[in-house]
T-cell receptor, first 110, second 118 residues
Framework: SQQGEEDPQALSIQEGENATMNCSYK?????LQWYRQNSGRGLVHLIL?????REKHSGRLRVTLDTSKKSSSLLITASRAADTASYFC??????????FGTGTKLQVIP | EAGVAQSPRYKIIEKRQSVAFWCNPI?????LYWYQQILGQGPKLLIQ????????DSQLPKDRFSAERLKGVDSTLKIQPAKLEDSAVYLC????????????????FGPGTRLTVT
């Protein structure tokens, strides 16, 4: 079963705009990770946020985590055409098991 | 640094046939994962190895799927016999830290094997 549910399922924006994706998960996690997947580079780890952290930044990425609501968001600022991909959240629970969500498909239009 | 290698990249078989996938993780990575990703869905963990021992295979359909990691390095995933619903991309990933670590090390994914069962 999928741990997380991403919202929206698909998102289309213009280059330069910001993109926000949300993830809700079901069970307790030790940390939550975001991955990007495109046909060119496969599945790539973007950023990890621990359960005791509320916000984390990495370049144009900003991740928030609300453990009380079991939700996370990924913000990509100043989007580029190269950001076009599917984005997955993945929660790490007991025994280091990682469970992926269903993904948000982002299209950035040049 | 070489990444996770998988072969073959593509495979087409008929239902009820057998198929095997191979994965070579990044050197030194103790943890190895096999995922199944059906089109339009996120990856689903099939099995997790720590060195050559199985940590989690709760979602592996054991009546038809098997996996091994002899000597704690390469791994093979086998399906016998295949069904139409096994059509998916099979991803292998590896991770540096042992599962008793603090879990901060990311997983590195291979390019995957796209299986089509007709």
């Amino acid at each position: 079963s999928q741990q997380g549910e991403e919202d929206p399922q698909a998102l289309s924006i213009q280059e330069g705009e910001n993109a926000t994706m949300n993830c809700s998960y079901k069970t307790s996690i030790n940390n939550l990770q975001w991955y990007r997947q495109n046909s060119g580079r496969g599945l790539v780890h973007l950023i990890l946020i621990r359960s005791n952290e509320r916000e984390k930044h990495s370049g144009r990425l900003r991740v928030t985590l609300d453990t009380s609501k079991k939700s996370s968001s990924l913000l990509i600022t100043a989007s580029r055409a190269a950001d076009t991909a599917s984005y997955f959240c993945a929660g790490r629970g007991g025994y280091q098991k990682v469970t992926f969500g269903t993904g948000t498909k982002l299209q950035v239009i040049p | 640094e070489a990444g996770v290698a998988q072969s073959p990249r593509y495979k087409i078989i008929e239902k009820r046939q057998s198929v095997a996938f191979w994965c070579n993780p990044i050197s030194g990575h103790a943890t190895l994962y096999w995922y199944q990703q059906i089109l339009g869905q996120g990856p689903k963990l099939l099995i997790q190895f720590q060195n050559n021992g199985v940590v989690d295979d709760s979602q592996l359909p054991k009546d038809r799927f098997s996996a091994e990691r002899l000597k704690g390095v390469d791994s093979t995933l086998k399906i016998q016999p295949a069904k139409l619903e096994d059509s998916a991309v099979y991803l292998c990933a590896s991770r540096l830290r042992s599962f008793r670590g603090d879990g901060t090390y990311e997983q590195y994914f291979g390019p995957g094997t796209r299986l089509t069962v007709t």
